[in-house]
């Protein structure tokens, strides 16, 4: 069991390593750094985490985890709530998770999530091990509720479609507001972006239904 000095050195080589992951990413981040910041010796890394990407994976997946607490994709829904409130409850909690409630580290933490995203590195899987299947199976039958009929690949797609949406305004911010700032996504402005990726998301999926019934 680890004594109480293990798991506070532990928490501050996390804690450290996400202020530097966030400000200068995988490649750029030092260990020496690191644990300069957390006061700890540099075999510390080694001996809690294994590696250097082995902590990037462990402060990204800690940050998924307390976004999860604090802003869950079912959060206000039930199962047993409309299929549009349950998208609705799922797309306000991947933007909420994206921007971070305004932190500039989770933030940027966010944007290194959904670059794994859109561009898997080879830490993908251990990033998202505990995640990525529970949220795909959610949102795998919210759209099953819009569409009882479509075959697997149909809703994969419509999955995809709609995680995209999220994705890309936080992964294309910088051109998006070159374009038209008012695209920009912001603590203050998440409820009408939900909004509109919902109500383009439904468009879609009514027309979808459509299809599949004629």
Do not use: W
Request: aromatic share 6%.
């Amino acid at each position: 069991m680890e004594t109480i000095q293990e798991n506070s050195t532990r928490a501050r080589i996390l804690q450290a390593a996400r202020r530097m992951f966030a400000k200068h990413g995988l490649k750029s981040a030092t260990v020496r750094d690191i644990c300069e910041l957390a006061r700890a010796n540099v075999a510390a890394v080694s001996y809690y985490f294994g590696s250097k990407e082995e902590l990037y994976a462990a402060v990204l997946r800690d940050h998924i985890e307390s976004m999860e607490r604090r802003h869950p994709r079912d959060k206000g829904v039930t199962p047993g709530s409309s299929a549009e409130e349950r998208l609705r409850a799922f797309v306000q909690s991947v933007l909420y998770r994206i921007v971070g409630d305004g932190d500039p580290v989770a933030k940027q933490l966010g944007r290194l999530l959904a670059q794994e995203v859109i561009e898997p590195s080879p830490h993908f899987a251990k990033i998202f091990e505990k995640d990525r299947n529970p949220g795909q199976r959610l949102l795998l039958d919210i759209v099953r509720q819009f569409l009882p009929g479509a075959d697997d690949l149909t809703a994969s797609r419509c999955v995809s479609s709609i995680i995209g949406q999220c994705v890309l305004l936080d992964f294309a911010r910088d051109a998006l507001t070159r374009m038209a700032p008012d695209l920009e996504l912001k603590a203050d402005n998440i409820e009408e972006f939900s909004d509109f990726i919902v109500k383009f998301s439904l468009g879609g999926l009514d027309r979808m239904s459509m299809r599949l019934s004629g």
